[in-house]
């Protein structure tokens, strides 16, 4: 592409509004002073001026790049002042970076979505960009999983979609409670008795690595090529630009050469999930 | 090819030195290293053997503010640009390495671009080896055949010099007056100290015993699970000194911290043996153990550049035999790899 502005430089975005999911897991709704258009799957840097920057995949939606959301789960330094925003303050953010779901290679296929934990995060803005082809997609499938019904982010947008009549949709807890009427089980519980055509079905999977494990595993046996699972792949990514080295899989680095790889792709290389 | 005697080497420095600055390395008793040149500096001595500090700390900085605020431009450009004297040819063989790792991406490193485009290297043959020199085992010869702007070859009473880019050709031109003709004697002794240095290296190789390039492929992959890296790493004190001291190693790392009441992006060199190199967000960490962090240092090098780049990212410097105080030699851990344990 040959860059010659700064690739380390951000723009400027207000805090519009923050949307606590659950205890741990707040929704940000942002203002770009210029708009940061994305395609699903793609990440950007999130900066808290003065503290750090982090990944995230943005969760709304690609043809809404006015403001952008990120659903950030408090696991660090960073995350912890993100979670202490408000509305109005500043942070930056540049980007986007790395590949997107070919989402139009998935016109007149079975789709298989599968989510779990955070993952729910990125797996909102892939849902938009299928919601958006749904019509010439041959089937749409989305299967979540979190830990217990707390857990559980976009509840109320999710209780809409269980209304659509062109998407099947099951979530699960591993871990129910009185709330709870859906399926309890890891995600891979609601992998089984799904009738598609495996050899030609697409997956999408993403969420936490021992969650994408099984559930590749797991569409493996079911009869996916593992040409068409996608996966969206977490690493420590430091540059976002292909050059830092932290997010090194195999011959590929993460932030560039993904982060959504075909398991195809990365399956020869040691400790993928780890 | 010119001559260029010693006095006149240093009437082209004096010269260089209004437009750029200009390092030549020193003698200090623990190895020589690269200090600024100034007139009254009394002794230099551009050949010998590599610095002990690696060239990418001109290219790379070690520590540089990259981004300040919302600002696009790139900080810190109104420095001179950098002249390096008496680089060898395991440290230019490096940026086959850099230049693939931080130019031929999608994106481009334009911290790094620009120093490439600007400074100069006036590079020099190696005439002598230390004991840890391995260069030609990664094929690399112990004097400059590319990557260069100028390069000097010691002979009595000064240097054959000849220029390897536009640069150093169109600085040689602008310098015509203070260079003169080699003699056929100056050439036969270039070609001598060549060939001793060259005999020097090969001694160590062999006494050595590390594996050559040919017999390298594939041996990363093929001992994954062997033991030879939880061993080799028994005494690693995880201090980062091989990367670090490395003319190729070029992971970094971007911090934030506030400089009055402005934000300032830093990027710093970063170390894949350090615990945290590769632990993401939620605390999970894909190489937990010492010795996976150090058998990662070796796929990177031995595995991922071959595979990415067609090249090794090592240049047999000798370095990080130098610089690690767990004697962790690498020389060792590529024999091992290619005897099978």
């Given amino acids: 592409m040959g860059n010659t502005t700064n690739p380390y430089?951000?723009?400027?975005?207000?805090?519009?509004?923050?949307?606590?999911?659950?205890?741990?897991?707040?929704?940000?709704?942002?203002?770009?002073?210029?708009?940061?258009?994305?395609?699903?799957?793609?990440?950007?840097?999130?900066?808290?001026?003065?503290?750090?920057?982090?990944?995230?995949?943005?969760?709304?939606?690609?043809?809404?790049?006015?403001?952008?959301?990120?659903?950030?789960a408090r696991v660090g330094k960073v995350t912890d002042r993100i979670h202490q925003l408000s509305p109005g303050d500043e942070v930056g953010i540049r980007g986007p970076y790395g590949n997107n779901y070919p989402l139009e290679d998935f016109r007149d296929r079975e789709?298989?979505?599968?989510?779990?934990?955070?993952?729910?995060?990125?797996?909102?803005?892939?849902?938009?960009?299928?919601?958006?082809?749904?019509?010439?997609?041959?089937?749409?499938?989305?299967?979540?999983?979190?830990?217990?019904?707390?857990?559980?982010?976009?509840?109320?947008?999710?209780?809409?979609?269980?209304?659509?009549?062109?998407?099947?949709?099951?979530?699960?807890?591993?871990?129910?409670?009185?709330?709870?009427?859906?399926?309890?089980?890891v995600v891979t519980t609601i992998l089984e008795d799904?009738?598609?055509?495996?050899?030609?079905?697409?997956?999408?999977?993403?969420?936490?690595?021992?969650?994408?494990?099984?559930?590749?595993?797991?569409?493996?046996?079911?009869?996916?090529?593992?040409?068409?699972?996608?996966?969206?792949?977490?690493?420590?990514?430091?540059?976002?630009?292909?050059?830092?080295?932290?997010c090194r899989i195999g011959p590929y680095y993460c932030c560039t050469d993904g982060p959504v790889f075909r398991y195809s792709q990365i399956k020869q290389y040691p400790n993928i999930w780890d | 090819m010119h001559y260029l005697s010693h006095d006149r080497l240093r009437q082209l420095l004096e010269k260089l030195t209004s437009s750029y600055s200009v390092f030549v390395p020193v003698e200090d008793g623990s190895g020589l290293q690269y200090v600024p040149y100034t007139s009254d500096l009394e002794h230099f001595d551009p050949g010998q053997v590599r610095a002990f500090e690696p060239l990418k700390l001109f290219f790379q900085r070690a520590r540089e503010v990259v981004a300040q605020d919302y600002d696009t431009d790139l900080p810190g450009q109104d420095k001179k640009p950098v002249c390096v004297v008496g680089a060898k040819a395991c440290d230019l063989k490096g940026f086959k390495v850099l230049d693939h790792a931080l130019l031929k991406g999608e994106y481009e490193d334009p911290f790094y671009k620009r120093n490439r485009e600007r400074n100069l290297i006036i590079s020099c043959d190696c005439t002598t080896a230390l004991d840890t020199c391995f260069c030609m085992a990664m094929g690399v010869k112990p004097f400059p055949e590319e990557a260069f702007d100028i390069n000097l070859s010691p002979v009595e009473g000064g240097y054959l010099v000849e220029a390897g880019s536009k640069k150093g050709e169109a600085l040689l031109e602008a310098s015509s007056g203070i260079l003169g003709e080699p003699d056929q004697d100056?050439?036969?002794?270039?070609?001598?100290?060549?060939?001793?240095?060259?005999?020097?290296?090969?001694?160590?190789?062999?006494?050595?015993?590390?594996?050559?390039?040919?017999?390298?492929?594939?041996?990363?992959?093929?001992?994954?699970?062997?033991?030879?890296?939880?061993?080799?790493a028994r005494t690693c004190v995880e201090c980062g000194a091989c990367n670090t001291i490395c003319p190729t190693c070029h992971c970094f790392l971007l911090y934030d911290q506030k400089n009055e009441g402005k934000m300032e992006r830093l990027r710093i060199w970063d170390s894949c043996l350090l615990k945290g190199f590769a632990r993401v967000g939620g605390g999970d960490n894909p190489r937990p153990e010492l010795w996976m962090r150090l058998r990662n240092r070796f796929e990177k090098k031995f595995d991922f550049f071959?595979?990415?780049?067609?090249?090794?990212?090592?240049?047999?410097?000798?370095?990080?035999?130098?610089?690690?105080?767990?004697?962790?030699?690498?020389?060792?851990?590529l024999g091992r790899l290619v005897s099978n344990g």
Wanted: some cysteine.
């Fill in chain 1, 111 to 185: 789709v298989l979505v599968v989510g779990g934990g955070v993952g729910f995060a990125p797996m909102r803005a892939v849902m938009y960009g299928l919601f958006d082809i749904v019509s010439s997609l041959a089937k749409l499938l989305y299967r979540g999983g979190c830990r217990n019904p707390s857990e559980l982010v976009y509840r109320e947008e999710m209780s809409r979609w269980f209304d659509r009549d062109d998407l099947n949709i099951v979530l699960t807890v591993d871990e129910g409670d009185e709330t709870w009427r859906g399926p309890t089980g």
């Fill in chain 1, 9 to 72: 430089s951000m723009v400027r975005s207000r805090v519009l509004k923050v949307v606590k999911e659950t205890p741990t897991i707040y929704t940000i709704r942002l203002k770009p002073d210029r708009e940061v258009p994305f395609d699903p799957g793609q990440f950007i840097q999130l900066t808290v001026p003065g503290v750090g920057e982090a990944p995230f995949t943005p969760s709304s939606h690609y043809r809404k790049p006015e403001t952008l959301d990120v659903t950030v």
């Fill in chain 1, 194 to 246: 799904l009738s598609l055509d495996f050899e030609s079905a697409v997956a999408i999977v993403c969420g936490p690595p021992i969650m994408m494990k099984f559930s590749t595993l797991k569409l493996l046996e079911m009869g996916f090529s593992d040409s068409n699972i996608f996966l969206s792949m977490e690493k420590n990514m430091s540059c976002a630009i292909g050059q830092c080295g932290h």
């Fill in chain 2, 186 to 232: 100056m050439m036969a002794e270039r070609g001598r100290t060549r060939n001793q240095v060259a005999e020097l290296v090969q001694a160590n190789i062999e006494e050595s015993g590390v594996p050559d390039r040919k017999s390298l492929e594939g041996a990363v992959r093929r001992m994954y699970d062997s033991e030879v890296w939880a061993d080799e």
């Fill in chain 2, 306 to 333: 071959p595979e990415v780049a067609n090249v090794y990212a090592c240049t047999g410097c000798g370095r990080c035999i130098t610089g690690c105080p767990a004697k962790i030699d690498i020389r060792e851990v």
